[in-house]
Nanobody, 125 residues
Framework: VQLQASGGGLVQAGGSLRLSCAAS????????MAWFRQAPGKQREFVAG????????RHADSVEGRFTISRDNTKNTVYLQMHSLKPEDTAVYYC???????????????????WGQGTQVTVSS
């Protein structure tokens, strides 16, 4: 599976962005997808995850109510809609894929098999 993330950029606090992650290779619709982020000097952290069907989602407490993950299996793409952005959301955002579809969406880095190259999101105050 190859993952290509896009949609990052520079935005003012309170603004919005939508990230996209296009998948190719093995059957996209077979597994769980997620977004992680890594700020300078910090560990990579879970942001949001979504099941194969799109029915089950999980969001980190820090983004709950502001970010929404979704997917379109017909386009082999997963999205992260981000609203009310804060300076602390500044990070490189990575999409990740797990071949298996699991009941509980993992928040662990080692819970995913494939990773995209990342897209930079910068939120100015």
């Amino acid at each position: 599976v190859q993952l290509q993330a896009s949609g990052g950029g520079l935005v003012q606090a309170g603004g919005s962005l939508r990230l996209s992650c296009a998948a190719s290779g093995r059957t996209f619709s077979s597994g769980t997808m997620a977004w992680f982020r890594q700020a300078p000097g910090k560990q990579r952290e879970f942001v949001a995850g979504i099941s194969r069907s799109g029915i089950n989602t999980r969001h980190a407490d820090s983004v709950e109510g502001r970010f929404t993950i979704s997917r379109d299996n017909t386009k082999n793409t997963v999205y992260l809609q981000m609203h009310s952005l804060k300076p602390e959301d500044t990070a490189v955002y990575y999409c990740a894929a797990r071949l298996a579809n699991v009941v509980v969406i993992s928040t662990r880095i080692d819970g995913y098999d494939y990773w995209g190259q990342g897209t930079q999101v910068t939120v100015s105050s």
